[in-house]
């Protein structure tokens, strides 16, 4: 069974600093491109920022030059380093992983639980 465990969120204040982390657990293959979503109250889910296996990162217009997104591939870990933190980056955070269970299986989209992330003064 594959799981996505999330931790790090909480309340900051603006100007502060955040670093989400999401651990992959479970019998795997292989880990493709690992992300970050957001999802705020009464908007669509969007994407932050995502990182391939070889460490190519993307990130959403919003976030560039104040987040940073990382994985430590021997861990099976994405992060993501949030930094000068706003009140429109108060949402759910999610992280997801393209996975491949077998060597034989087709890469799967996993979903972690949400970690709320609220900042406010």
């Known amino acids: 069974q594959v799981q996505l465990v999330e931790s790090g969120g909480g309340l900051v204040q603006p100007g502060g600093s955040l670093r989400l982390s999401c651990a992959v657990s479970?019998?795997?293959?292989?880990?493709?491109?690992m992300g970050w979503y957001r999802q705020a109250p009464g908007k669509e889910r969007e994407l932050v920022a995502d990182?391939?296996?070889?460490?190519?990162?993307n990130y959403a217009d919003s976030v560039k030059g104040r987040f940073t997104i990382s994985r430590d591939n021997a861990r099976n870990t994405v992060y993501l380093q949030m930094n000068s933190l706003k009140p429109e980056d108060t949402a759910v955070y999610y992280c997801?992983?393209?996975?491949?269970?077998?060597?034989?299986?087709?890469?799967?989209?996993?979903w972690g639980q949400g970690t709320q992330v609220t900042v406010s003064s």
């Open positions: 997801n992983a393209r996975i491949r269970v077998t060597i034989a299986s087709m890469p799967y989209v996993y």
């Open positions: 990182i391939t296996s070889g460490g190519s990162r």
């Open positions: 479970g019998s795997i293959f292989s880990i493709n491109v």
